[in-house]
């Protein structure tokens, strides 16, 4: 059984905790009504710097709608599982909506990536959540060493 859903689902969280905590909220009010072109080259660039593949943006529809997408070409992906989960999280964590995520292997090592709105298969909602840790009463210490 494939856990290909699981992996992207985990990166879609990770992504989007760190684009969430990265961008000022005055750039993602910004980007919601201007439109995402200008940030998905940004991401591009970087995600092609940080040496996840040759990423180029093929096309990008910005609406208020069901329609919106992001179509993104990527050549020799470090994964093809982890670039879908970056994309959800990031395209998640600007418009704050649900993202689904497919890919279209074109040839060999060059994939087209696309992000869309829909929501997420309901039997991956709940998995993967953070647990709060449990603190426990009690109150102990340690002695520092010197160089502390």
């Known amino acids: 059984m494939s856990i290909e859903r699981v992996i992207v689902e985990a990166k879609r969280r990770a992504t989007f905790d760190f684009v969430d905590h990265t961008l000022p909220a005055i750039v993602k009010a910004i980007v919601r009504v201007v439109g995402m072109r200008p940030v998905v080259r940004d991401i591009t660039a970087l995600g092609s710097v940080m040496g996840y593949g040759a990423i180029k943006l093929v096309s990008i529809q910005h609406t208020h709608s069901k329609e919106s997408f992001v179509k ?29 995520v497919d890919y279209e292997e074109l040839a060999p090592d060059d994939y087209v990536v696309t992000g869309h709105i829909s929501a ?29």
């Open 72 to 100: 993104i070409s990527i050549k020799e992906p470090y994964s093809v599982p982890l670039f879908c989960g970056d994309l959800a999280g990031a395209f998640n964590a600007i418009r704050r909506r649900q993202v689904a």
């Open 120 to 148: 997420h298969p309901t039997e991956l909602q709940e998995r993967l959540q953070t647990r709060p840790c449990q603190h426990k009463p009690g109150d102990i210490s340690f002695d520092r060493c010197p160089k502390c």
